[in-house]
């Protein structure tokens, strides 16, 4: 019987729907209960381990005591190994690192776990490229290739893997970036290693890509131009997260936040650094709105990475035909297959949003992409 | 079709590859560079007294002005010393179209019929001038009126120019008539100010509608190598003035759903025009005008057989649909029954986009070349052009990491091909491995045109000049030079190594402090 390790960061993305860049460290997670946040990494997990109920009398599951694995485990009717015992405190880093090592030690095929770009970095320090592991999307940064397109993907990977059907491994790069800096604004990606994942470009969404090449300033300025000088008075304009969305507050010579939303009215900042609950209150006004949003360089997020205060509610409140989707041309060459994705976290918008959808890509050029 | 043990074996054969292949190198200077102060090639005769008498220094009979205060820097090499120099540069090139097959993708580069060579030579034709009063190139004008009717026929529209000196020029003048046609329609830039194009379509073709003041819609292919109708129609709306594209593209793809498309742009009150630069890949099978175009152009220094490379001269023709001929450039060539002449008259025309009446040379060798083919010869132009890319598809298929860029099966003229899995294996990316081919004594192979979105890109073109050993010859070469990339991958790198160009890498070519466009820049380059 074939072993697979399953591990659960619960507390991953946790940061991201109250505006906090991340989840990495105890004070943030306190932070971001004190906000309201709800942990949506256990529901992701089983979303992906559904997938291997076919498996069910061909695996063992080798997972973590409670909610980093077992009680997800079980929800979805496996009986798993469990490895220890509870443990009456808030999981850590320490926690994934201990455990994936003893999953290397009882021989596991291969490790499913849920988390985050830190989530990641702690797997890959446990058991660096021993063997292949696979990610299910669920932090708040996801810069590493490593993570499939979509817990669902994530479950279908693993299970292609096991039994056989993919057999075919690939190394991947681990990155991220430092919280702190992230949250002044600053974005210092940096690439801890390699992970070894099944190969299957079609389920994982790559590595972000590295910044703008010099010859970008030109488009991403003819970007701005178009955007500022299309600008209807009296509706909002939500402008997300990256450094295409920043070129466009510059032109109005506007303050602006990096990696979080920024709502400006009639070329005004009106809110800056917004959490999902400020638009949702916001959006109550009745004015009409429009979100500019930039995929991630390399995977083609638009939505679901690193900019979830744009969440599913805020997307249906705002209006499907009044998502502004802004990328330089180099940016979108960067995009595996040229293809957009959105991960809001809720079905029914995921597939309203899925469709061709036009680029604005310099001053008088759009593009054409598919949002799968 | 399976290839049978025979054809493998030549196939593997080594002999195939011609490794003794060595270009013409010379270290040849500059002309600049070579003879001395006060030598002389010719030495021009002193003026006779008799007729100096008579109309005194010949310097006089200049205005003083454009007289120049130092004389001109020319070289100042001897005759004999002249005459190697440019037999060396000559060995370096001569024949190099008729010793190596070039499989140059997207160019389409075919055998120059060396009888054509000779016909547009001859002084009945080089002797003439464009000033010439009509009366006396009633044979020139005949050739050019009888080819535009070669041209009506080829793409099925009832209107042509042969003005445009090349393509990018044709396609700029098909986007100048679509935006006349919208103004006379009172669609101003104000109501429709949209071009759609694919981001496989010739760099021309959004070059040109931003040119002309457009705003450039590009779609991005799916995994059919195509965009899909869905992507198309998220792209017309009420502001699309026309659309260009290639049909098939450097692909080689027909894209299916092209009425469909052509028929969206129309009901939105667009304009379709067909890049037509891949024509090999359709001649005589299929007209722009049946896919629903309202016009076209073509390179007739492509699929028409005549010479290129070096930058011309070339031809791009255009034609279009009848109530657009008002627009097509002035002079337009007619026939009253009884003569040829030019007509000035078109008041609703895009102005003169080239002097005169186009490049008149090439017009002539491509008209040379649909005759000795006619109607059904150019079926079979493409016929062995599609076979022959298949034929080839056929045997680079079979070498490990050499893959077929996206999924679509059927293929025409042209494949681009991705050698993404050599260079994630051994490092060795398709232009380092495109310079070791040429090694082999085969010209250029083609990557792409900018932007590179299938990775580590090749496209080779076999066109219907080249034979079955050929093919073959050239899959045994790119065989052996994957193989060389695992061997050897340093070889690979730093070629070619056989060429009269060495190895220049990759990035200085699209580096303006290292590149210099005349001797004064590379002297001041040799300084640093």
């Keep these: 019987m074939k072993k697979i390790g399953f591990i659960v960061n619960p507390l991953a993305g946790i940061g991201g729907s109250v505006a906090l860049k991340g989840s990495d460290g105890e004070e943030i997670v306190e932070r971001a209960f004190e906000l309201g946040a709800v942990c949506k990494s256990p529901e992701r997990a089983i979303s992906a381990l559904k997938k291997l109920q076919p498996l069910k009398d061909k695996i063992e599951i080798v997972t973590c005591p409670e909610e980093m694995g077992e009680n997800e485990a079980k929800s979805c009717g496996f009986l798993p190994v469990v490895i220890g015992s509870s443990f009456q405190r808030r999981t850590q880093a320490s926690d994934t690192i201990h455990f994936a090592k003893e999953m290397l030690a009882r021989n596991v095929e291969m490790i499913l776990f849920a988390g985050g770009d830190g989530t990641a970095r702690d797997i890959y320090d446990a058991v660096g490229t021993e063997l292949p592991v696979v990610g299910i999307p669920a932090g708040t940064k996801m810069h590493s290739g490593i993570y499939a397109t979509s817990p669902e993907d994530a479950g279908e990977l693993a299970f292609l893997y096991l039994s056989g059907k993919q057999l075919k491994v690939k190394e991947l790069e681990v990155m991220d970036i430092d919280e702190e800096a992230f949250r002044r604004g600053v974005v210092k990606a940096k690439l801890y290693g390699y992970l070894k994942i099944p190969d299957a470009p079609n389920f994982t969404q790559g590595t972000k890509g590295g910044g703008h090449q010099a010859d970008d300033q030109f488009y991403l300025k003819g970007i701005a131009e178009r955007i500022v000088t299309e600008m209807e008075q009296d509706i909002f304009y939500l402008v997300g997260s990256g450094t295409t969305c920043r070129a466009i507050m510059e032109k109005m010579g506007l303050e602006n936040t990096l990696l979080g939303v920024d709502v400006v009215l009639n070329k005004k900042l009106v809110m800056k650094d917004v959490t999902e609950h400020q638009l949702l209150e916001l959006l109550e006004q009745g004015k009409q709105s429009k979100i500019i949003v930039t995929p991630i360089g390399g995977q083609g997020y638009i939505f679901g990475r690193g900019n979830q205060q744009l969440s599913s509610r805020v997307i249906r409140k705002v209006g499907i035909k009044n998502v502004l989707v802004i990328a330089t041309p180099s940016k979108i060459q960067s995009l595996p297959q040229h293809r957009l994705h959105v991960d809001t976290g809720e079905k029914e918008v995921d597939s309203m949003l899925k469709g061709a959808v036009r680029v604005i890509s310099a001053l008088n050029e759009v593009a054409v992409l598919e949002i799968v | ?528």
């Design chain 2, 1 to 528: 079709m399976n290839l049978t043990q025979k054809t493998k074996e030549r196939i593997d054969a080594k002999r195939m590859i011609n490794d003794r292949w060595r270009q013409s190198k010379w270290l040849e200077p500059l002309v600049y560079d070579l003879g001395s102060p006060g030598e002389r090639g010719i030495i021009a005769v002193e003026l006779e007294e008799e007729i100096r008498n008579v109309v005194g220094d010949p310097l006089d009979l200049l205005p003083k002005e454009i007289l120049r205060k130092t004389p001109p820097h020319l070289p100042e090499v001897g005759q004999p010393r002249l005459m190697k120099h440019y037999v060396r540069l000559s060995q370096e090139l001569t024949c190099e179209d008729n010793t190596t097959m070039f499989p140059l993708g997207t160019c389409t580069m075919k055998y120059n019929p060396k009888s054509h060579e000779r016909i547009a030579e001859t002084p009945r034709f080089t002797e003439l001038h464009p000033r010439q009063d009509e009366k006396t190139v009633q044979g020139i004008l005949e050739i050019m009126y009888k080819f535009q009717d070669y041209l009506k026929a080829i793409s099925g529209f009832s209107s042509v120019s042969l003005q445009p000196a090349c393509g990018s020029q044709g396609v700029f003048t098909n986007m100048r008539i679509i935006r006349s046609y919208q103004e006379d329609k009172g669609f101003g830039m104000d109501k429709k100010d949209e071009i759609i194009t694919t981001v496989f379509s010739h760099p021309s073709n959004p070059a040109t509608p931003a040119m002309s003041g457009y705003k450039v819609i590009t779609l991005y292919p799916d995994e059919t190598g195509f965009p899909s109708v869905e992507k198309f129609k998220a792209a017309i709306s009420e502001r699309t003035a026309g659309m260009i594209i290639g049909c098939p593209d450097d692909t080689g793809i027909y894209n299916p759903n092209i009425m469909e498309i052509t028929k969206a742009v129309h009901d939105a009150g667009g304009l379709c025009i067909l890049d037509s630069a891949n024509a090999n890949g359709y001649f005589g099978w299929a007209r722009a005008k049946e896919a629903g175009f309202d016009m076209t152009h073509w390179n007739l220094h492509k699929s028409f057989s005549t010479p290129h490379g070096g930058a011309g001269p070339g031809a791009g023709p255009i034609a279009v649909r009848e109530d657009l001929a008002k627009y097509l450039p002035t002079p337009k060539i007619n026939f009253d029954g009884e003569r040829y002449y030019w007509d000035y008259n078109l008041p609703s025309s895009v102005g003169v986009v080239r002097p005169f009446f186009g490049n008149t040379g090439v017009i002539l060798r491509a008209f040379a070349w649909v005759t000795s083919l006619g109607g059904e010869g150019l079926r079979e132009v493409t016929q062995t052009a599609v076979l022959n890319n298949n034929y080839l598809r056929m045997l680079l298929e079979k070498i490990p990491g050499v893959q077929v860029a996206y999924e679509t099966k059927d293929r025409l003229h042209e494949i681009r091909w991705n050698l993404n899995q050599v260079y994630a294996e051994t490092g060795v990316n398709s232009f380092q491995m495109i310079a070791r081919i040429c090694d082999y004594g085969v010209g250029d192979t083609f990557p792409s045109h900018f932007p590179y979105i299938v990775e580590n890109p090749i496209t080779p073109e076999p066109t219907e000049t080249y034979s079955k050993e050929e093919i073959e010859e050239y899959a045994a070469i790119v065989k052996r030079v994957v193989e060389e990339c695992y061997e050897t991958p340093e070889i690979v790198m730093t070629a070619p190594h056989n060429s009269a160009m060495p190895h220049v890498p990759w990035e200085t070519m699209f580096d303006p402090t290292q590149i210099a466009p005349c001797r004064t820049v590379w002297l001041k380059l040799q300084k640093k």
